[in-house]
């Protein structure tokens, strides 16, 4: 079973960031927070993952909490192209052979 | 294009029928992932393999069987087929079980009739 809890849907304007919450309140100790993404009907897609500091990439960035019970996915300039199911997922460090998908949250980006 | 190829991307076919679904991993992946997204599930992991062994096991019917062959490819095979096996049906591959990213295949679309 997912061991996140994301909001069914969101809106944004495009050009604007795009922030994503997600609560992994059980989260353990040697758990990663990642994200995908899925654009209707094509397979998911990685984004990006972190343990416990921040991370940035060429697509988004990750901010985890202190006590990393929630993250947020941050969209800096979000474009229509950015419509999509993202997903919100805790696995084992590097050791989890499967990625347990949940419900995402339903991003609609408006022009 | 990820580079994982799924075969066929569409198939209409009846309700107890057999259908073969095929996918190729992306070069120099061992593991392969199945999984069904149907409208009212979601995505549902179905089963793992790696190096031609099973690694894990998700929500995968009786019905249902997959393996993975010597050259790496995976088939998933679907018997006695029902209204609600109708449903996208993606392959996705990674370099080892556990890897950072799994890349996934385009999907195979099944209706059943």
């Known amino acids: 079973d997912a061991k996140t809890t994301q909001p069914p849907s969101m809106d944004c304007a495009e050009g604007r960031a795009a922030n994503l919450p997600c609560n992994h309140s059980t989260i353990s100790g040697n758990e990663y927070v990642y994200w995908y993404r899925q654009i209707h009907s094509q397979g998911p897609q990685y984004i990006i993952h972190?343990?416990?500091n921040n991370e940035t990439n060429e697509m988004a960035s990750l901010i985890i909490t202190e006590d990393r019970k929630s993250s947020t996915l941050i969209l800096p300039h979000a474009t229509l192209r950015d419509t999509a199911v993202y997903y919100c997922i805790v696995r084992v460090g590097h050791k989890d052979d499967k990625i347990i998908f949940g419900k995402g949250t339903r991003l609609h980006i408006l022009p | 294009d990820s580079g994982v190829t799924q075969t066929p991307k569409h198939l209409i076919t009846a309700t107890g029928q057999r259908v073969t679904l095929r996918c190729s991993p992306r070069s120099g992946d061992l593991s392969v992932y199945w999984y069904q997204q149907s409208l009212d599930q979601g995505l549902q992991f179905l089963i793992q393999?790696?190096?031609?062994?099973?690694?894990a096991k998700g929500n995968i019917l009786e019905r249902f069987s997959a393996q993975q062959f010597p050259d790496l490819h995976s088939e998933l095979n679907l018997s006695s087929l029902e209204l609600g096996d109708s449903a996208l049906y993606f392959c996705?591959?990674?370099?080892?079980?556990?890897?950072?990213?799994?890349?996934f295949g385009e999907g195979s679309r099944l209706t059943v009739l």
């Open positions: 393999y790696y190096n031609g062994e099973e690694r």
């Open positions: 972190g343990l416990k």
């Open positions: 996705a591959s990674s370099v080892a079980p556990g890897a950072r990213e799994l890349f």
